[in-house]
């Protein structure tokens, strides 16, 4: 009961550092960020799903949950290379900001409650915390990212992304319910 507060926790941490960012309340607080800062977050953002994936393969015996945190591990690191070819393209350097840190510090805490799971345990928060993890950067792309971008590139990059990332959260529902046994 502990691990799943726990994971409940870190997945509600999660949503919320990347929600509030764009949401209508907060929209006058929404930082402000510059093409590179924009970069760099989307950079982040991918680089952190590739991190749970690694994890998955240590940790996972289930096929399905294996070849899902593979097709994260392949698609993501193409969409960085894909990131910094732009970035080299305009001449920007990816600048750490605020938001970048919280995606870290969210990752981070994910990633020890990963960890001190194992078997079918972990295969079930591996998955929730993918389909929340894409609910909210599919979010924060929409509502924060591309509207802070001023480069018409980057923001056709990241228009791009959109549907890839919402193929990952159609995947990862379909491995949750198999999960399940529904």
Do not use: W
Request: net charge positive; aromatic share 4%; proline share 3%.
């Amino acid at each position: 009961m502990k691990r799943i507060r726990s994971f409940t926790a870190c997945a509600i941490g999660l949503l919320f550092s990347l929600t509030v960012l764009h949401s209508p309340v907060a929209g006058q607080n929404n930082p402000k960020l510059s093409d590179a800062e924009v970069a760099h977050t989307a950079v982040t953002a991918n680089q952190i799903d590739i991190d749970y994936a690694k994890i998955a393969k240590e940790r996972s015996k289930n096929t399905e949950v294996l070849k899902f945190a593979e097709t994260m591990t392949n698609d993501h690191k193409a969409v960085i290379e894909q990131a910094v070819a732009l970035v080299t393209k305009l001449g920007v350097t990816p600048q750490d900001n605020a938001v970048s840190k919280n995606l870290l510090a969210d990752a981070e805490k994910t990633s020890k409650m990963l960890r001190t799971k194992s078997g079918k345990t972990f295969d079930k928060a591996y998955i929730d915390n993918e389909v929340a993890y894409h609910k909210a950067v599919i979010a924060s792309v929409e509502g924060l990212l591309i509207p802070e971008s001023e480069n018409a590139e980057l923001k056709a990059f990241l228009q791009n992304v959109v549907p890839a990332l919402k193929a990952h959260l159609e995947h990862a529902q379909m491995v949750q319910k198999q999960l399940s046994g529904k």
